[in-house]
């Protein structure tokens, strides 16, 4: 009988010195055998949607070929239990854990992944496609690009900043598409569901009133949002200041043809357009200014020609990137709509990190009533945004984190071979906004700091 395969995160994590406090996340929540736990803490919330993802090595052991019965069972009853509480499964195809033996063959550097994603994408369609109406192809794509194949700060680690990020992020996007036509052309017709990809995008906002500055920020949020999103809801290429920005700096040194790929007319033809929402995943903001940088570093974050801070008013987090920025969260669902042909969104993740994982954890909450209070802003402002999704729903492995950042709404007892859940205070706050549909009178949004 087959079994799960290896992932890169599998493989990536037995060296310790790359995991902030050696963990692996070989157990983590362990919600192949407690995902019934998992749904217990949805029901209390009262959520409607539920986001996951599969583990393509878990139903693909090899990530193609012979398929994994177990682990397409597993999801199954997963999905069954949300469908039996009433609550919709929102289901992404990859969330970063490719299946080792692709990488062997050269993971997302290789053009073959489309294809091989395809597969992955008709097995998933096919098994459990007549219960799930939201699909998400990728979680990220800049994650996997930059952090994954350009600084190597993530599985599978490889370091290639100005090149192979480039690579990897056009593989992605190819392979996204494959998958959304597949669904498009031979099961939407039956299944009646939406695809979609999710894209991280944080807020850039100019440090001053310069017009260098406010330039700068607008290319920021060009080469973070715009490298996936032109392509996919825009033109089908790649952001005009993108494409001059990384094809001067390649010719000048010496790169012929550009680091950045060109979509050919086919490919443009299969990109644009592909996707039937815009997921996106918020989390905080940045201040921006001008910075040419050194023609000699061969770099994506070099190749902006920015730099960036953040205000020392703003509260932090448990993590060094996280700042409580709610406006952002405002503006960038306007930037999205008055760039990309003003499409549906869902906030597929938004959340905050704290280091103990306290049940009591009241800037949580502060960060959920002010970014959701700016959501019920932007659409009062005319954004279509048509579903929101916390992140995340309970502690657990962040990565290169480990178990030293905790984004969870409850709590997950990791001493304890039961992993009990447990409902922090952010949780609590979070079903009675559902409950309420909103803010009420009892629970007000109105005590911003400056600025906010």
């Not at 069954?80 to 929102?90: C, D, V, W, Y």
């Not at 979509?263 to 039937?276: I, N, R, Y």
């Not at 040419?292 to 448990?318: F, K, L, N, R």
């Not at 990190?353 to 049940?359: F, T």
Request: hydrophobic share 35%; net charge negative; aromatic share 14%.
């Amino acid at each position: 009988m087959t079994s799960k395969g290896l992932n890169i995160w599998d493989v990536y994590t037995t060296n310790a010195s790359v995991v902030l406090d050696g963990s692996t996340g070989q157990t983590a929540c362990n919600s192949y055998y407690f995902y019934e736990k998992d749904v217990d803490a949805l029901k209390s919330l009262g959520v409607s949607h539920y986001r996951f993802s599969i583990s393509w090595a878990r139903v693909l052991p090899n990530g193609i070929g012979q398929v994994n019965q177990p682990g397409v069972d597993y999801y199954k009853r997963l999905i069954a239990a949300l469908k039996a509480a009433n609550i919709e499964p929102m289901v992404t195809l990859y969330h970063w854990d490719l299946p080792q033996s692709l990488e062997d063959m050269g993971g997302w550097l290789n053009s073959s992944i489309a294809d091989w994603f395809e597969e992955y994408a008709r097995l998933c369609y096919t098994e459990f496609g007549n219960d799930v109406k939201i699909w998400i192809t990728i979680n990220e794509p800049w994650v996997v690009a930059y952090q994954g194949y350009g600084s190597g700060i993530n599985a599978p680690g490889r370091y290639g900043p100005g090149t192979f990020t480039y690579q990897a992020g056009h593989n992605l996007i190819l392979a996204h598409a494959r998958a959304y036509r597949l669904y498009e052309s031979e099961f939407k017709p039956t299944q009646q569901g939406k695809a979609g990809i999710t894209l991280n995008i944080n807020w850039y906002d100019p440090k001053d009133d310069q017009v260098s500055s406010q330039e700068a920020a607008e290319r920021a949020m060009q080469f973070l949002g715009g490298w996936f999103a032109n392509p996919i809801f825009g033109n089908g290429e790649y952001p005009a200041v993108m494409r001059q920005k990384v094809d001067e700096k390649s010719a000048a040194q010496g790169y012929n043809p550009s680091r950045l790929p060109v979509f050919t007319a086919e490919q443009k033809l299969l990109v644009q357009g592909s996707s039937d929402f815009f997921g996106l995943n918020y989390y905080t903001g940045s201040l921006t200014i001008n910075k040419i940088q050194d023609i000699s570093i061969v770099d994506y974050s070099a190749d902006q020609d920015i730099e960036t801070s953040y205000d020392p008013s703003w509260y932090g987090s448990g993590s060094s990137w996280l700042k409580i920025t709610p406006f952002g969260m405002r503006n960038t669902l306007k930037w999205i709509r008055d760039r990309f042909n003003d499409p549906d969104i869902i906030i597929t993740e938004n959340g905050f990190s704290d280091n103990a994982g306290n049940l009591d954890d009241l800037m949580r909450v502060y960060y959920y009533k002010h970014n959701i209070n700016n959501v019920l802003k932007a659409i009062k402002d005319g954004v279509k945004v048509i579903g929101y999704a916390a992140w995340s729903l309970m502690d657990n492995f962040e990565w290169g984190s480990g178990y030293t950042q905790k984004f969870g709404i409850f709590n997950v007892d990791f001493a304890t071979a039961d992993l009990n859940r447990t409902a922090k205070a952010s949780g609590r706050y979070y079903a009675q906004l559902i409950r309420d549909n909103g803010f009420t009178a009892d629970q007000p949004c109105n005590n911003y700091p400056i600025g906010y």
